[in-house]
């Protein structure tokens, strides 16, 4: 698999989404073999956070690690609410505990909140020198927010930035994502196949779909790695992250971007950023 760096760390272009995850016991046993599955087939970055399931997402991904967590690059995120050069220590030493591993290999400010970014990067910075976090990043920064943080005495340690990305959702090729390669940032690209929904529909990708003998989400996750960036699909069945990995492997042509580009324009002018 095709893969990329963030900081210091090579990853792998496609990693595994776990938003929703946990929540539900009866598909509990199904998601766990999921994500171990995705983990065989290269999948190795494994994306949480406290938010998800308030924390029980990271206890299934803790239980899902489990005896193979020196193959996983594990990323989690703090909340805004909680993002205080304190608040943001609390919350990865409680992440740390569902997880059941010593250190995050990332760890991301999911949005920018009411605390002062250099107060959220104290905390992170002290993570760091406490082994607890090998790196970390940010999430929902848009060109501005990232300038700021890049200004800052230590802004510069910053190695990753999530962010919405699919064919409904592209406004970031027109400066984000430039900004970002330039400045040697890695991209994660969050909701890759439209959380499911109407993209997977659209007659676009369905026809591109059917040319290549592969499924609209195929497509969908092929397209966003056309670009120099990390896609998180979150796949709840081990048939769905066997499709998603299958992906990394499908090449799309100009005739496939056109039809694509037809249904979903590119971005012609500065968009802001969209969030979930
Ligand atoms: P995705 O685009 O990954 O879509 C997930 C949905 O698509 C699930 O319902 C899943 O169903 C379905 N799906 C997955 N693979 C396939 C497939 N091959 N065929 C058909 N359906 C499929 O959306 P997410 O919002 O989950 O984004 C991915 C990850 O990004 C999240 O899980 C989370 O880790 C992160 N994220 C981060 C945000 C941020 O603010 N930083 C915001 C949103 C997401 P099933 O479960 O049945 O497999």
New binding site residues.
């Given amino acids: 698999m095709k893969t990329i760096w963030f900081g210091d760390r090579e990853v792998p272009v496609l990693g595994?989404?776990?938003?929703?995850?946990g929540e539900k016991p009866q598909?509990r046993a199904a998601?766990i073999a999921?994500l171990r599955r995705g983990v065989e087939l290269g999948l190795t970055v494994i994306?949480?956070?406290e938010m998800?399931g308030s924390g029980r997402?990271e206890s299934l991904v803790g239980e899902a690690i489990r005896g193979i967590r020196e193959q996983i690059y594990l990323?989690s995120?703090v909340l805004p609410s909680n993002a205080s050069a304190e608040g943001v220590v609390r919350s990865c030493e409680a992440s740390l505990r569902r997880l059941g591993t010593d250190a995050l290999d990332l760890y991301?400010l999911?949005?920018r909140g009411r605390y002062a970014l250099a107060d959220t990067l104290a905390g992170f910075e002290r993570l760091r020198e406490q082994g607890k976090i090998r790196d970390w990043g940010v999430?929902?920064f848009d060109v501005d927010d990232m300038e700021e943080l890049l200004a800052l005495p230590s802004g510069g340690a910053c190695v990753a930035n999530?962010?919405?990305y699919?064919p409904e959702n592209r406004g970031i090729e027109f400066d984000l994502l430039p900004w970002c390669q330039q400045q040697r940032i890695g991209v994660?690209?969050?909701?890759?196949?439209?959380?499911?929904?109407e993209?997977?529909q659209s007659a676009a990708l369905r026809k591109v779909a059917q040319k290549h003998g592969v499924?609209?989400?195929?497509v969908?996750?092929a397209w966003c790695l056309r670009q120099s960036l990390q896609?998180?699909?979150?796949?709840?069945?081990v048939?769905?992250?066997e499709?998603?990995a299958a992906?990394a492997e499908l090449k799309l042509d100009d005739d496939d971007l056109r039809t694509i580009d037809g249904a979903f324009a590119p971005p012609k002018k500065k968009m802001r950023l969209a969030?979930?």
């Avoid at 595994?16 to 995850?21: F, H, K, P, S």
């Avoid at 499924?215 to 195929?218: D, H, K, M, S, Y």
């Fill in positions: 595994q989404g776990t938003w929703y995850m598909k998601e999921a994306d949480t956070a998800y997402s990323v995120k991301l999911h949005w999430s929902n999530q962010v919405l699919n994660m690209a969050y909701s890759p196949v439209g959380q499911g929904g993209l997977l499924t609209p989400a195929q969908a996750l896609a998180i699909p979150k796949a709840g069945s048939a769905h992250v499709e998603n992906a969030m979930l």
